[in-house]
């Protein structure tokens, strides 16, 4: 990811050919990630005993973590110019 | 690894990911997210056939190797919402950190208070993390792909559905706060999420959250091997 960064960065690659690969992979970011989700069956027996824990901690992580960053960000960025919203998502 | 199993994992994943897709268009309910939905339908199909499971995740190679690529192309989006950065850099990544750190910290110190399994903790602190990324850090933490991308699934759908009401009970109504705080916890799903609900600003300061985290925890890990 860095090298195609620096690659943009210096204006080497130009952002019109990697655009519709890129968007096209993130669009179906999901897709991919499917057979790495289906094996987590396999991690079934350690879920069921720590379900609770996991539901607990995914939902605290998320809280903090996002009341955390809106917070501080809404006290110290200025409004950006920004252009044309990103493609992929 | 047969060319059967391939075609039959393949073929079978993008199919009814495409139908699930169609299908959360029409009817946008949470849990049927189109990756929520495939997962648990192949879960509950192959789960009880260790079998078929192992034949099913050989075949499936090639959906699996496109997560490295996928990892390359996060930069488009990125060198795209490149003014979010320019213009506040120092801010915004310490926005982002500040969140990375605390949901980090979180699952350490009240995962450690609750006694969870190490595992799960280690797991868990990959939740935020975009998906390919988090699957090519699992290794480097000792712990499963599997495992990771539960977390990662279930954060990403849990931020994203509740995200905007927190923000908005927080009196977070700036766009590119929102979206920073959506990419920063719901990787993938936020800049999507930060986008429909605050315009392209929200969508840019998603898309630059996610690339930090991903950025941040990659070098944390490394630091601690």
Redesign the interface.
């Known amino acids: 990811?860095?090298?195609?960064?620096g690659l943009?960065?210096a204006r080497l690659l130009p952002?019109a050919s990697?655009?519709r690969?890129?968007?096209f992979?993130?669009r179906?970011?999901?897709?991919?990630?499917?057979?790495?989700?289906?094996?987590?069956?396999?991690?079934?027996p350690?879920?069921r005993s720590?379900g609770w824990?996991?539901?607990?901690?995914?939902?605290?992580?998320?809280?903090?973590?996002?009341?955390?960053?809106?917070?501080?960000?809404?006290a110290?960025?200025?409004?950006?110019?920004?252009?044309?919203?990103?493609?992929?998502? | 690894m047969s060319l059967v199993w391939t075609a039959v994992a393949t073929v079978g994943t993008v199919t009814t990911y495409l139908a699930a897709e169609r299908l959360y268009r029409r009817v946008p309910v949470l849990l049927l997210h189109p990756l929520l939905l495939t997962s648990l339908l192949g879960a509950a199909l192959l789960g009880p056939r260790p079998d078929a499971l192992g034949k099913y995740l050989a075949g499936s190679w090639l959906l699996q190797w496109a997560l490295g690529p996928a990892i390359a192309a996060l930069a488009v989006p990125f060198f795209q919402s490149r003014a979010v950065l320019i213009s506040n850099p120092l801010k915004v990544l310490l926005s982002v950190a500040a969140g990375t750190a605390t949901s980090v910290g979180t699952v350490l110190g009240l995962g450690r208070l609750l006694g969870v399994s190490p595992m799960l903790i280690r797991s868990l602190t990959l939740k935020s993390v975009t998906a390919p990324v988090a699957v090519a850090l699992a290794p480097d933490l000792g712990v499963d792909a599997g495992l990771v991308s539960c977390g990662v699934v279930a954060t990403g759908l849990f931020g994203m559905a509740v995200g905007p009401a927190l923000l908005r009970l927080l009196g977070v109504h700036r766009p590119l706060a929102r979206g920073l705080a959506l990419g920063t916890v719901s990787h993938a799903m936020g800049p999507a999420r930060a986008m429909e609900q605050d315009g392209p600003e929200g969508g840019a300061g998603g898309a630059v959250a996610l690339t930090l985290v991903a950025l941040l925890l990659s070098a944390a890990v490394a630091l601690l091997r």
């Open positions: 990811m860095l090298t195609v960064l943009l960065v952002l990697v655009q690969g890129a968007g992979l993130l179906y970011l999901g897709l991919l990630f499917v057979p790495v989700c289906i094996g987590a069956v396999r991690q079934l350690l879920l720590q824990a996991f539901a607990g901690l995914v939902i605290a992580g998320a809280l903090v973590g996002q009341a955390a960053a809106g917070l501080l960000a809404q110290l960025c200025r409004k950006p110019a920004v252009g044309p919203a990103p493609e992929g998502f």
